[in-house]
């Protein structure tokens, strides 16, 4: 592993939309030859706008606070809260709006190919037109999973 591909520590807040702020947390390389993990704090404030994006690995995500309201291409509408996990296979159209008063925030792991830049300081990919989301097909990888943390 090459400590000059590696980034540890919070590296600054980039504002990607109003409301929509990225904080990269860290980068690293994985065990599993070429592969590497990108972790972010996304804070999502209510005015955010729900964008339809892609991402080339999986999206792990864990809900810091406040509710959120995932689509994720071929499934229903879900509503997630604080506490609450699900991943994102890798290519599924997404997006996510904030559905309460204040800010809401999550915890994004990505596990990439070493060197995808779509995931470098947090840029993903967006998807252009609703038509052309639904001309993919759909990808078939595993539904989403929620875990409630323990009170």
Known sequence: MSTSEDRSGASGRVQQAPGLWRTDLQQHDLSV?????VQQRVDIGPEAPAVKHTH???EIIYILEGSLEYQVEGQPARTCHAGDALTVP???VHSVRNVGSGN???LATHVVEKGQAGHRSGRVTPVPSVRQSLSRPPSGRG???SRRRAA
């Open 33 to 37: 030859p070429g592969r590497e993990v």
């Open 56 to 58: 080339p690995g999986e």
């Open 90 to 92: 890798a290519g599924a």
């Open 104 to 106: 809401a925030a999550e």
């Open 143 to 145: 539904e989403a999973s």
